[in-house]
T-cell receptor
Framework: GAVVSQHPSRVICKSGTSVKIECRSL??????MFWYRQFPKQSLMLMAT?????????EQGVEKDKFLINHASLTLSTLTVTSAHPEDSSFYIC??????????FGPGTRLTVL | KNEVEQSPQNLTAQEGEFITINCSYS?????LHWLQQHPGGGIVSLFM???GKKKHGRLIATINIQEKHSSLHITASHPRDSAVYIC????????????FGKGTHLIIQP
């Protein structure tokens, strides 16, 4: 079946550094990918929609300069957390929609900012 | 706006028990996802279904479109099934079209 991978699965960084998270659709083309954030004991919250070849669409309250999204190909979207701070520590999850509109979720990336 | 309710919120059971987790939604949907999130956070997509029933190993998911209800069943439960189970309803509204339930925290005791 369709698989979505994320890399890295865990990352620990110092405050002020930037962190890049990759989301790949392994055996299908994804024109649209989505990035979510999940705080402890909370549900997934949509951050942004990543469209191949165009600018990402951000949900209200999400800083686009803080969370840079690039969707350079039909199988790869990246989320870069710029100048990360401890409050950015969270679980980041991507999902990818295939051409039939079926949605597949990545395993998530645990970001810890010290 | 779709509202997705899961029950129970927390469930503790003994190994071997048959487990049922419920998900109900308020607006008609075209698909429903069941996700499993392990204690370390990793998410696994279990099922995506739009009608009827799907089975994978000891897991069974059913959906009743008319009643706006889906269930996830686990047969012969095992401690490794301990996780948070999340349903997400796809109704097309919003950017991703998904509304997530708050999750059911399942603990299977040996």
């Amino acid at each position: 079946g369709a698989v979505v991978s994320q890399h890295p699965s865990r990352v620990i960084c110092k405050s002020g550094t930037s962190v890049k998270i990759e989301c790949r659709s392994l055996d299908f083309q994804a024109t649209t990918m989505f990035w979510y954030r999940q705080f402890p004991k909370q549900s997934l919250m949509l951050m942004a929609t990543s469209n191949e070849g165009s600018k990402a669409t951000y949900e209200q309250g999400v800083e686009k300069d803080k969370f840079l999204i690039n969707h350079a190909s039909l199988t790869l979207s990246t989320l870069t957390v710029t100048s990360a701070h401890p409050e950015d520590s969270s679980f980041y999850i991507c999902s990818a929609r295939d051409l039939r509109a079926a949605m597949y979720f990545g395993p998530g990336t645990r970001l810890t900012v010290l | 706006k779709n509202e997705v309710e899961q029950s129970p919120q927390n469930l503790t059971a003994q190994e071997g028990e048959f487990i049922t987790i419920n998900c109900s939604y308020s607006v008609g949907i075209s698909a429903l996802h069941w996700l499993q999130q392990h204690p370390g956070g990793g998410i696994v997509s279990l099922f995506m279904l739009s009608s009827g029933k799907k089975k994978h190993g000891r897991l069974i998911a059913t959906i009743n479109i008319q009643e706006k209800h889906s269930s996830l069943h686990i047969t012969a439960s095992h401690p490794r099934d301990s996780a948070v189970y999340i349903c997400a309803a796809y109704s097309g509204g919003g950017a991703d079209g998904l509304t997530f339930g708050k999750g059911t925290h399942l603990i299977i005791q040996p």
